[in-house]
């Protein structure tokens, strides 16, 4: 399933059918090739739990015409074949890509995916780090065809006029036709609808963008979510030649001094870093556990999910859109040097992924903040440069919501004045012994300093680790359940009782699988700081935080 929705009634859309059959061509692969499913992270494979190689998999399809194969998400190389024709490469494991083939005679044909998650030179974002780097596709795989024209993305921006609301609406249509043709795009939100007149030159892409008046609409927000759904269609002639659906929900996110104003309230944000895992199933996540994580976080009182440290499931994007739960949404990196910022293809690749994340994004009104750059180098000159690289890109292609970055707790940030909101992790109490109050206040004197004063500010990680099942009553020792619950009291009570900050993300949801390199501090090479285990089992620090979160 791709969204919770349909995207056309017009185009002739379908998944790509379950059973692939999967054959490895490396070292701890497969003894022969087998069926397995799709979506579905190769490591659910009992014999592949560690298989860091290649994969192709291969499916036979019914198709014909101009055919659009559009894959959702594949860890984290791919290239893409129909019969023996490459429509596509792709790197990167968070985003959606797609290939075309043109004319493609009626019939069966095989649609073949090669899939490689080996670390290596040609890859700057995924390399060993403290979450686990699956492989597979691990999303659905989509076959479209489409006609002589395709509408390739609608990109829906609210905007708050005094008590009344508008849409900007930006279509991009791509036109194969070797000869120009005129047609009508119509726009719809809701009831509220505006017909323009577009002109298709001979094989080129078009863009066009229109203000569509939206009085009648009731705005988005967490307690009381409204949905509008989006209906673009091109119509050439007397035909809709083409159409795409999306949903949007009006609401204004901005920041006003220290506060962040969502339809002019001021947030107070409680909420959780969630890394898109869940138990053996590794990244690619069911929708049914992705609905009990936020019926979890609900009942924990929760209203905001951080999507550590990539991109997210559209699917879940669309659970939080429908469940009023905020998302900051941040593209993949993770805790970089300056050296590993400095790899050739570290630019190239981020970029990639922030301009793929917002592009395939920005329609989800949960996603209030755009993010990037997790703990990177931002007390040197060259990595805050990339820092206003990212910003920048962010900027540009969505200029209605703010954009952040989590700071390392390490003092000497260059970039406090160069995010909307500033973001900050530390873990007082657990990698140190500081009290959380004293950490907190070093934190915010030093973005003083540094010139972020006059901007919100978020706690955007801070926790403790504990191992499920790990009592230690007496001396509630680091890694006992005991440890954890009192840790995170100090910490969740310091935060939300501060007057300066805006709000707090939990490190973390639920436990997540890190790579070997790291296993010296992590046992069971497990991240341990999930208030829920990887198969969500609640720890002790669950009810903990559910008190605090209800109450302060
Ligand atoms: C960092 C990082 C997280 C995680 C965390 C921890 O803040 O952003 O990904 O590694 O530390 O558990 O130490």
């Not at 059918?17 to 087998?34: H, V, Y």
């Not at 944000?269 to 609905?291: C, D, I, K, Q, W």
Request: aromatic residues 8%; contains cysteine; hydrophobic residues 35%.
């Amino acid at each position: 399933m791709e969204r919770l929705f349909p995207t056309h009634e017009v185009r002739t859309v379908r998944e790509c059918a379950p059973i692939w059959k999967l054959t490895t061509l490396d070292e701890g692969g497969l003894p022969s090739p087998e069926k397995v499913t799709v979506p579905l992270a190769w490591e659910a494979h009992p014999a592949l739990r560690c298989y860091k190689g290649r994969g192709v998999y291969e499916q036979q399809i019914r198709c014909g015409g101009n055919v659009r194969i559009r894959l959702l998400g594949v860890s984290f190389r791919a290239k893409v074949f129909l019969d023996e024709e490459l429509l596509c490469e792709h790197y990167g494991a968070y985003t959606a890509f797609e290939g075309l083939a043109r004319d493609v005679l009626p019939g069966m044909h095989t649609l073949r995916v090669e899939v490689d998650n080996r670390f290596g030179d040609d890859s700057a974002l995924h390399v060993s780090n403290d979450y686990y780097t699956y492989g597979g596709i691990t999303r659905p795989v989509m076959i479209e065809e489409i006609s002589r024209a395709c509408i390739t993305a609608c990109h829906v921006t609210p905007r708050r006029k005094g008590d009344a609301w508008e849409a900007k609406v930006d279509v991009t249509v791509r036109h194969f036709s070797s000869r120009e043709q005129k047609g009508t795009l119509s726009v719809q939100i809701g009831s509220h609808m505006l017909d323009t007149d577009i002109t298709l030159a001979p094989d080129s892409t078009v863009h066009c963008s229109v203000i569509l008046p939206c009085p009648h609409v009731q705005p988005w927000a967490p307690e009381d979510p409204k949905l509008y759904q989006v209906r673009t269609e091109l119509i050439i002639g007397e035909n809709v030649v083409d159409d795409l659906l999306d949903r949007t929900g009006f609401r204004e996110i901005r920041t006003e001094g220290k506060e962040i104003l969502l339809n002019g309230t001021p947030l107070r944000l409680r909420g959780f870093n969630r890394h898109e895992e869940y138990g053996s199933f590794g990244t690619s996540v069911p929708l049914s556990a992705m609905m009990q994580d936020l019926m979890l976080m609900r009942d924990l009182g929760a209203n905001c999910v951080r999507t550590c440290h990539y991109p997210n499931d559209p699917l879940f994007l669309d659970l939080c859109d429908e469940m009023g739960m905020l998302v900051w949404e941040e593209s993949h990196v993770r805790g970089f040097s300056e050296e590993k910022m400095r790899h050739p293809l570290f630019m190239p690749q981020l970029l990639q992924c922030t301009r793929e994340m917002v592009e395939q994004h920005m329609n989800h009104p949960s996603i209030f903040v755009w993010g990037s750059l997790n703990e990177c180098a931002d007390d040197t000159e060259y990595g805050a440069k990339c820092y206003r690289e990212i910003f920048r890109l962010l900027r540009d292609l969505d200029p209605s919501r703010p954009v952040t970055a989590a700071l390392l707790e390490r003092p000497g940030s260059r970039v406090f004045r160069d995010c909307d909101i500033v973001s900050i992790n530390i873990y007082p109490r657990w990698y140190h012994d500081t009290p959380v109050r004293d950490a907190l206040e070093k934190k915010i004197e030093e973005c003083r300093r540094g010139g972020g004063e006059d901007r919100p500010l978020i706690v955007s990680e801070i926790g403790a680790g504990a191992i499920y099942g790990f009592h230690d009553p007496f001396a509630a020792s680091k890694w006992s359940e005991e440890r954890q619950c009192k840790i995170l009291e100090e910490q969740i009570t310091s935060v939300l009782s501060h007057p300066g900050v805006s709000g707090i993300f939990l490190w973390q949801f639920a436990d997540v699988r890190v790579d070997e390199g790291w296993f010296a501090s992590r046992p069971r090479s497990y991240n341990n700081k999930g208030v829920v285990d990887e198969y969500r089992r609640p720890k002790l620090a669950y009810q903990t935080v559910k008190d605090l979160y209800h109450t302060l």
